[in-house]
């Protein structure tokens, strides 16, 4: 049995916060877990617009707290994004994430995350990026 501490996790080095200052990502499950899954308890800072693409992984996303709208970009459609909403990126969705204020989110990855990963140029996370040591 694995059993972890989000507190705990937010003060190691699970925890990372975004070069671009648009979101932090405490990472509670990993590839090293061996779960076939990853998940965070991602926070997206108030006003945070940013673009994604994650073409090496399907996400689902599952809003605990505050608001914001998720865009497709291929279509241009707006999902509002609020408590109790999840949405899913089940075909790799190129998208745009718009927090209007602080927003707290269970993310899932598969295949999993193995832990430092940020997103790249193209908003996407490594298939392989290096792993969280403990």
């Known amino acids: 049995m ?16 975004s070069p671009d ?3 932090e990502s405490t990472r509670l499950l990993l ?4 779960m076939g899954f990853s998940f ?12 994604m693409h994650y073409q090496n992984h399907l996400e689902s996303v599952y809003c605990m707290s505050g608001e ?10 707006k999902y509002p994004i609020e408590p109790g909403t999840i949405y899913i990126l089940n075909k790799h969705d190129k998208h ?3 927090a209007f204020e602080e927003m707290t ?9 193995n832990g430092k990963e940020v997103h790249n140029i193209e908003g996407a996370y490594a298939l392989e990026a290096e792993a969280i040591k403990e």
């Open 96 to 98: 745009s994430l718009r």
């Open 68 to 77: 914001g709208e998720v865009e497709t970009l291929a279509d241009g459609k």
């Open 105 to 113: 989110l269970a993310c899932t990855f598969n295949p999993p995350l």
């Open 2 to 17: 694995i059993v972890r501490n989000l507190s705990d996790a937010k003060q190691s080095n699970r925890r990372i916060v």
């Open 31 to 34: 590839k090293d877990d061996q």
């Open 40 to 51: 965070h308890i991602t926070t997206i800072y108030k006003g945070a617009d940013f673009q």
């Open 21 to 23: 200052g648009n979101w």
